[in-house]
């Protein structure tokens, strides 16, 4: 399953007065007092060593009456070929040829494809696709993922399971980009290649810290992809999850699994919900 690790997408600046975001996991009163939610920032994939998954967090999960993530059916998401792959068009109508030999050289060390092999299998592969190859590489190799735990304990306990979009949506994110912004979405992880591996370490470390904050900071700095300059992959993803939220919050219990970096910031979730007047509490793990 190509998970999309492109969420953790930060600014290093905040408007003063914003909230100090020093925990994964928050409480959310709303506004009559009647009904309490959760919201919790995760790390999609991290190594199964440093997993860190207390009870604390089980139990807040299952006094929940739903669960509700970015998308609700992390272990078995809807992928068509279509959503994957060209139609009309090959990697050499992104590419230029010298970005092609960078790729082709990237493949045989780390895909162990030759160049016809490569172009067997993946010339028709639309960009994103490659840029999941390439996170994978900087992955460890026994990985854990909050999303799947959660969806496994809530389908255990029969809990509803909804999602904030859907896997098509997700993905329309990267074709939305211009074709010169989805090439260079594929050199600058190229080019970060060598550092990516320490990068990730970094980034594990610091979300183990709980803090939002750092963690936010953190991540703007370590990538120049078109992927951190677009409001599209945050803001304006978490100004739309916010009338859903409210809507499922309205007369029950939700606990909410989304990406930690969509929490933080001047327009994340925490600075979004408090402005609609709910109460939002840090609960430390």
């Known amino acids: 399953m190509f998970r999309l690790l492109f969420l953790f997408i930060v600014f290093s600046h905040y408007l003063v007065g914003q909230v100090t975001k020093n925990a994964l996991l ?54 068509s070929p279509d959503a994957l792959f060209l139609k ?43 840029l999941q190859f390439l996170l994978q590489s900087s992955l460890p ?39 010169k912004e989805q090439t260079e979405m594929v050199m600058s992880s190229l080019r970060d290649e060598a550092h990516a591996k320490s990068s990730f370490q970094e980034m594990q470390k610091i979300y183990l810290s709980q803090n939002l904050d750092d963690l936010y900071t953190f991540m703007k700095k370590e990538s120049d992809s078109p992927i951190n300059n677009s409001r599209a992959f945050l803001e304006d993803r978490n100004q739309k999850w916010i009338p859903q939220m409210e809507k499922m919050m309205d007369n029950k219990s939700v606990f909410f699994a ?28």
């Open 258 to 285: 989304v990406g930690a970096a969509h929490l933080a910031g001047p327009e994340g979730v925490i600075e979004l919900l408090i402005k609609k007047g709910y109460t939002l509490t840090p609960i430390k793990l």
């Open 141 to 179: 190799e026994n990985a854990k993922s909050y999303e799947k735990e959660f969806e496994n304990l809530a389908k255990l306990n029969k809990k509803v399971i909804e999602g904030l979009e859907s896997v098509t949506e997700q993905l329309e994110l990267f074709t939305s980009l211009t074709k």
């Open 88 to 130: 009309n068009e090959t990697l050499t109508d992104y590419f230029s040829t010298a970005q092609m030999d960078s790729i082709y050289r990237w493949a045989e060390k780390s895909l162990l494809m030759n160049k016809e092999q490569f172009n067997t299998n993946l010339n028709k592969a639309k960009p994103f696709l490659l």
């Open 26 to 79: 928050w409480e959310v009163k709303s506004k009559d007092g009647k009904t309490t939610s959760y919201l919790y920032g995760t790390m999609h994939l991290m190594d199964s060593k440093l997993f860190y998954f207390p009870k604390k967090l089980e139990k807040i999960l299952l006094k929940s009456d739903e669960l509700c993530m970015e998308i609700s059916n992390v272990n078995d998401p809807d992928l």
